[in-house]
T-cell receptor, first 115, second 116 residues
Framework: EPEVTQTPSHQVTQMGQEVILRCVPISNHLYFYWYRQILGQKVEFLVSFYNNEISEKSEIFDDQFSVERPDGSNFTLKIRSTKLEDSAMYFC?????????????FGAGSRLTVL | AQKITQTQPGMFVQEKEAVTLDCTYDTSDPSYGLFWYKQPSSGEMIFLIYQGSYDQQNATEGRYSLNFQKARKSANLVISASQLGDSAMYFCAMRELLSGNTPLVFGKGTRLSVIA
């Protein structure tokens, strides 16, 4: 069963440091997403990415965040200067198309702890 | 405006019994998709079942079925013959389709505990 792979599984960082979370989506998928889940809360959309550009972003995705697909396989989320409130589980997801039944496959998540 | 509402923060069910997890949604888009995901304690998000707004029949996937009542804007998940491994958080999600590749929007989730 193809899967979305995320690294690292857990990262601890100091406030103000830059963090890069990495994702390898499913190989024939074209749509990529980042979501986050603050502990005990709901899963929130951050950004979607298609055809090498951002297609949609939420109000959470401010100038501190950026995404990149540096090569044919990786999809990264960068947080430029982390804040305490960035502590959360970050999920990468990918989908094959944009039709209604386009099921997003999620990775196992990267837990970010900002101290 | 909250698009997905899950009113049950926690539910308990006896092993082998059926359980219904509630989900209501709000949209003015006539074309949308409804999804349920399971999140076990290990943290990953596992897709369970999908229902399209134009689907005539309720979706079923093994022990999972979706009780889709379009006029009431509800998409409840029914799990039959509960197993201990069903203990997890369950998230209802929706995607509006008229405007293209809109993101999946999640509810706050329901924590299901299956009791032996």
């Amino acid at each position: 069963e193809p899967e979305v792979t995320q690294t690292p599984s857990h990262q601890v960082t100091q406030m103000g440091q830059e963090v890069i979370l990495r994702c390898v989506p499913i190989s024939n998928h074209l749509y990529f997403y980042w979501y986050r889940q603050i502990l005990g809360q709901k899963v929130e959309f951050l950004v979607s990415f298609y055809n090498n550009e951002i297609s949609e972003k939420s109000e959470i995705f401010d100038d501190q965040f950026s995404v990149e697909r540096p090569d044919g396989s990786n999809f990264t989320l960068k947080i430029r200067s982390t804040k305490l409130e960035d502590s959360a589980m970050y999920f990468c997801a990918s989908g094959q198309g944009d039709s209604g039944a386009n099921v997003l496959t999620f990775g196992a998540g990267s837990r970010l702890t900002v101290l | 405006a909250q698009k997905i509402t899950q009113t049950q923060p926690g539910m308990f069910v006896q092993e082998k019994e059926a359980v219904t997890l509630d989900c209501t949604y709000d949209t003015s888009d006539p074309s949308y998709g409804l999804f349920w995901y399971k999140q076990p304690s290990s943290g990953e998000m596992i897709f369970l079942i999908y229902q399209g707004s134009y689907d005539q029949q309720n979706a079923t996937e093994g022990r999972y079925s979706l009780n889709f009542q379009k006029a009431r804007k509800s998409a409840n998940l029914v799990i039959s013959a509960s197993q201990l491994g069903d203990s997890a958080m369950y998230f209802c999600a929706m995607r509006e389709l008229l405007s293209g590749n809109t993101p999946l929007v999640f509810g706050k989730g329901t924590r299901l505990s299956v009791i032996a």
